[in-house]
């Protein structure tokens, strides 16, 4: 199949035998639906063309045949609308699209879907008071028959462990900025980006993990030349995001709070597109978190209440001899009872074995057991 001409990928989606492809088209985002046995494709008629219209996330589901896309659109930042939309492997629409803005004075930034049915689902994500796209706190909401069950806002300053990541100095400034906010009657105390994960349930309750992250940027000195003389102009250039910490949310069934874990993450690799890090497992007894740092697998176990951090040691290389300079883009994936998946690249340096190259980049792929 293929695409239109000069349609630049961002992400992509697949739905049984439908490839969903987002991206930039005469700068503005659209969607594709390509369709993986007849190679035919169509670009999808989303709310918000034409009006900066920007897709945040796409969320299959196998079982219902349906993929949730969430839309945020507005020309202006006091004119951003936030919408669901329901589309089918056919590529249209099988539900009308769902609109999250209920409060006034909240402003839905995200949405993750979890399916109970076809009909019933959890949507979650983060929110801000005042439209700006550094989020406030995090939402959950149930939809029973497509109808709103219910509605419920965390912001940020209300989670016991969101600042345990600082250290103490960190933590007291920013504790007595809140008190101050709190005293003067407003709602953005505490803002960050953050991405959601979809809710998840476990022991009876409904679990929310989000990644929080911030942008970061570097200086490039560059030279140009005007009449055979030098001119020298320092640019900003973006460098990537740089993940700092996690929190995750324990809410009983009708999304009220009953507790709350902060860990830190600052990943060594810093992605230039915003992406979920940690991979979940959930047993009867516990929660088990993991992610990869270069070399490193990190875990957070949460059972009865307490979490427990722990290193589970370094990724091995192939070669005797083999030591490892650098460390790249580093992803850890679910396979199988207790046996992980870890992909990256590494750049090594071997000056024992004759048989390889004394420096060689390598992409890697580990199977890991983890008890």
Known sequence: ???????????????????????????????????????????????????RMSIQQMEPSEKEGILAVSILYGKKKLEKTFQVCF?????????????????????????????????????????????????????IAEFDNDQLKFIKYHNFADLKNFLDFLNKRQKEKLEKKVARKKSQGKEDLLDAFVITHPVFEHSGEFVLIGEIFFPTYRTETRVTYASGKAQTTYVTVFDGYQYSHATIIGMDMEGNKKWDHCFDMWLIYKPYSVIRNIREVHT????????????????CVISTGKLTEKELGKIETEKEGDNVKWTGFTQSYYWYENYFICYGTQMIKNTEDKKVDRKRTVFFVSKIKVD
């Open 1 to 51: 199949g293929t695409l239109p001409p000069k349609f630049y990928v961002s992400s992509l989606s697949l739905l049984k035998s439908t490839l969903f492809v987002s991206g930039y088209m005469k700068k503005e985002q659209a969607l594709v639906a390509l369709n993986c046995i007849t190679g035919k494709s169509s670009i999808m008629a989303l709310p918000g063309a034409g009006l």
């Open 87 to 139: 589309i089918g492997e056919d590529g249209k629409k099988v539900k009308e699209p769902l609109k999250l803005d209920k409060d006034p004075s909240k402003y839905i930034l995200s949405a993750s879907i979890t399916w109970l049915s076809a009909s019933n689902y959890i949507i979650s994500g983060s929110y801000s008071v005042d439209k700006n796209y550094r989020s406030n706190g995090i939402y």
């Open 284 to 299: 009867g007894n516990d929660i088990r978190l993991f992610f990869s740092t270069g070399r490193i697998l990190q875990s």
